[in-house]
T-cell receptor, first 112, second 116 residues
Framework: GDSVTQMEGPVTLSEEAFLTINCTYTATGYPSLFWYVQYPGEGLQLLLKATKADDKGSNKGFEATYRKETTSFHLEKGSVQVSDSAVYFCALLRGGYNKLIFGAGTRLAVHP | EADIYQTPRYLVIGTGKKITLECSQTMGHDKMYWYQQDPGMELHLIHYSYGVNSTEKGDLSSESTVSRIRTEHFPLTLESARPSHTSQYLC???????????????FGEGSWLTVV
């Protein structure tokens, strides 16, 4: 069945460091891919999305490119801030089903 | 930003009590969902609805029940709460409307339930 695999956390970085959080997926067809962010004590916020191969989603300095050949959707940011500390979830949505399948989440901690 | 609201945000109740978690969205979305998430853990779909009078069980078995009498409202009820129900419950919705391609699911801020 469909699944999403994320790199295990926690990821600990210093402010202004480069961030990569790996995400790979298994799905039939052509799913849409998402990154959601969850700040402490809050719900999930959509961070970015991509709906087809080679699409690049971007928001707030974060980027992820839909790579069909490697079934990946890695999240990147060039310079992280303390305020980016949160849990990041990769997810896929297969067309016609409208149910998100989530990865396990990756906790990011950014230190000054 | 999506307009989806959950109440209460935080609730502490005793074992055996009946509780209802409210979820409302003002976007006219036809699809709504409930996810359960233990702190720092994965999200699990427990209920979903594709429209009025439609409800389905999700991937994770839950003792809770849901109803969908109105498009904008998708409450979740626990008839007799137990400590094992302590968790965060996240409501979500998706649907076709202006600015939304229809394949994005938006989440509320969550309801933190503690059963003592």
């Amino acid at each position: 069945g469909d699944s999403v695999t994320q790199m295990e956390g926690p990821v600990t970085l210093s402010e202004e460091a480069f961030l990569t959080i790996n995400c790979t997926y298994t799905a039939t067809g052509y799913p849409s891919l998402f990154w959601y962010v969850q700040y402490p004590g809050e719900g999930l916020q959509l961070l970015l999305k991509a709906t087809k191969a080679d699409d690049k989603g971007s928001n707030k300095g974060f980027e992820a490119t839909y790579r069909k050949e490697t079934t990946s959707f890695h999240l990147e940011k060039g310079s992280v801030q303390v305020s980016d500390s949160a849990v990041y979830f990769c997810a896929l949505l297969r067309g016609g089903y409208n149910k998100l399948i989530f990865g396990a989440g990756t906790r990011l901690a950014v230190h000054p | 930003e999506a307009d989806i609201y959950q109440t209460p945000r935080y609730l502490v109740i005793g074992t055996g009590k009946k509780i209802t978690l409210e979820c409302s969205q003002t976007m006219g979305h036809d699809k709504m969902y409930w996810y359960q998430q233990d702190p720092g853990m994965e999200l699990h779909l427990i209920h979903y609805s594709y429209g009025v009078n439609s409800t389905e069980k999700g991937d994770l078995s839950s003792e809770s029940t849901v109803s969908r009498i109105r498009t904008e409202h998708f409450p979740l009820t626990l008839e007799s709460a137990r400590p094992s129900h302590t968790s965060q419950y996240l409501c979500a919705s998706s649907g076709w409307n202006r600015g939304n391609s229809g394949n994005t699911i938006y989440f509320g801020e969550g309801s933190w339930l503690t059963v003592v």
